[in-house]
């Protein structure tokens, strides 16, 4: 008996270690996610001027330069960078076609992990002809060696 009250005192001494380490953890854990999500509003907000600048190339830095990237976009979905790239071109870049000011509103960015998020937001063009097309996007951003990239893209527009 005195054998199984020690067993008991000392799982319920080890539970109680576990949650205080535990409860040590997070206090860097928000700076650290605090870092990456300004990390990841300045990889949009560097797309933004590069679109304003009329850069496509610059614009897709943002973008995990991979087969595997997919955009989703007008019931259509584009895999990988090039692909998604040349969807661009024609789309705004292409003859008779304008790129137009372009500015992110609402960024809502949820860290899924260290390495993984989730971005919200809307998206808002002015055209030098007066239309102003927009819309809503939700991104995944991973984390990789050398920054955070896009890796998913479902944009879509209003009508």
């Not at 020690?6 to 319920?12: E, G, I, K, N, P």
């Not at 300045?42 to 496509?56: E, K, R, S, Y």
Request: net charge negative.
């Amino acid at each position: 008996m005195r054998n199984r009250f020690a067993a008991v005192l000392f799982l319920t001494f080890l539970f109680f270690l576990s949650c205080v380490h535990g409860d040590a953890q997070p206090s860097s854990a928000p700076a650290a996610s605090s870092d990456s999500k300004s990390a990841i509003e300045h990889v949009l907000h560097t797309q933004q001027d590069a679109w304003n600048h009329h850069d496509l190339e610059g614009f897709m830095q943002g973008y995990w330069n991979s087969r595997e990237l997919t955009f989703f976009s007008d019931a259509k979905e584009h895999n990988g960078w090039q692909a998604t790239l040349d969807r661009y071109r024609a789309t705004y870049a292409g003859p008779g076609h304008e790129m137009g000011k372009l500015e992110f509103s609402g960024l809502r960015v949820e860290m899924l992990g260290d390495d993984a998020a989730f971005v919200r937001g809307a998206w808002y063009l002015t055209m030098p002809d007066g239309k102003t097309p927009h819309g809503l996007f939700t991104l995944v951003f991973r984390r990789f060696p050398e920054g955070w990239k896009i890796v998913h893209d479902h944009t879509s527009a209003a009508e």
